[in-house]
């Protein structure tokens, strides 16, 4: 497999633009050399959405998704100490 071509916010505006006009998704991945199959249906759904041109990769998280995740590693820990437990009660018997 090659390395994804990275399009401008304006190459892909124009190509969701052809397919709303009634291009279909397999000429438009023909045309433009796009390999993914969903890719023009999730840029279209980004596009009516309003958020074709965001990119969160890298957002930093909210103080509530921090917490949320300090609660489910000190749960994780707990299960696992558990176990642990119970693997040397099985062990003595």
Do not use: P
Request: proline fraction near 0%; aromatic fraction near 6%; glycine fraction near 8%.
């Amino acid at each position: 497999m090659g390395k994804h071509k990275k399009r401008t916010l304006e190459q892909k505006i124009k190509i969701v633009k052809e397919f709303k006009k009634g291009a279909t998704i397999s000429y438009l991945n023909d045309k433009y050399g796009i390999s993914g199959v969903g890719t023009i249906s999730r840029w279209n759904q980004e596009y009516d959405k309003g958020k074709l041109g965001l990119d969160n990769r890298g957002k930093r998280k909210s103080q509530q998704e921090i917490e949320d995740i300090d609660i489910l590693k000190k749960s994780y820990a707990l299960l696992m100490e558990i176990r642990s437990q119970q693997n040397k009660s099985k062990n003595i018997k």
